[in-house]
């Protein structure tokens, strides 16, 4: 995983030639996609999707594109995301989970 990586993307000013060209180096965070967390998580995408639409804690895209067809997230969100709630990275932790879940309503119900 590549976790808390930046990338630098250097613009030179195209207009200006020769000793005037100037390098603006600029930081980009990381983003994550769909696919990304599908990757990250091992969830399908129909489960990454359930989670975006049920969780209220899920974090909002950041921008979207390709005719407004893929979501980016800030990774940085995301790690924040999982920290809070551990069983969505991990799944064993969302298994145990999910059988607790389970005992406790078979319990009650």
Do not use: C
């Not at 930081?27 to 489960?47: E, F």
């Not at 407004?68 to 551990?86: C, G, H, M, Q, T």
């Not at 069983?87 to 406790?104: E, G, H, I, Q, T």
């Amino acid at each position: 995983m590549t976790e808390g990586r930046t990338y630098t993307l250097t613009i030179v000013n195209v207009r200006a030639r020769g000793p005037n060209a100037k390098e603006i180096p600029m930081r980009l965070p990381k983003l994550l996609a769909i696919a990304d967390l599908r990757t990250r998580w091992k969830m399908s995408r129909q489960g990454v999707h359930q989670r975006m639409k049920q969780d209220l804690d899920f974090p909002a895209p950041v921008m979207r594109v390709a005719n407004d067809r893929i979501a980016l997230f800030l990774e940085s969100e995301i790690v924040a995301y999982e920290s809070r709630k551990p069983w969505v990275a991990k799944p064993s932790l969302r298994d145990n989970r999910r059988r607790f879940l389970f005992a406790l309503q078979a319990e009650n119900g």
